[in-house]
């Protein structure tokens, strides 16, 4: 059974940091694309950043660049996303994801976790 857990969320205040961390249980981590999503309330949730499995390609939405840094340690089968200078607009329900293997879809999906940005 495959299972990601998110951690980390939390509430903050407009230009603090957060850390949020993705464990990957029940599939092949290091051959999977992992990725992080958000939901915002009223809106659809949308991409984030992604990470391929070997880590060599990293994707981000324009809305992060600069801000939000995607990695991940395989040994740990753990993904993080690093999100600094929080915005108020940042705030959202994030969710990892994970590709299956040789799969091009986002397969699998965390509960999520609630960030919070206060202005």
């Known amino acids: 059974q495959v299972q990601l857990v998110e951690s980390g969320g939390g509430l903050v205040q407009a230009g603090d940091s957060l850390r949020l961390s993705c464990v990957v249980s029940?599939?092949?981590?290091?051959?999977?694309?992992v990725g992080w999503f958000r939901q915002a309330p009223g809106n659809e949730r949308e991409f984030v950043a992604s990470?391929?499995?070997?880590?060599?390609?990293?994707y981000a939405t324009n809305a992060i660049k600069g801000r939000f840094t995607i990695s991940r340690d395989n040994a740990k089968n753990t993904a993080y996303l690093q999100m600094n200078i929080l915005r108020p607009e940042d705030t959202a329900v994030y969710f990892c994801?994970?590709?299956?293997?040789?799969?091009?879809?986002?397969?699998?999906w965390g509960q999520g976790t609630q960030v919070t940005v206060s202005s």
């Open positions: 994801a994970a590709q299956g293997f040789m799969s091009t879809k986002w397969d699998y």
């Open positions: 029940g599939l092949p981590f290091s051959s999977s694309s």
């Open positions: 990470m391929s499995r070997g880590g060599a390609k990293t």
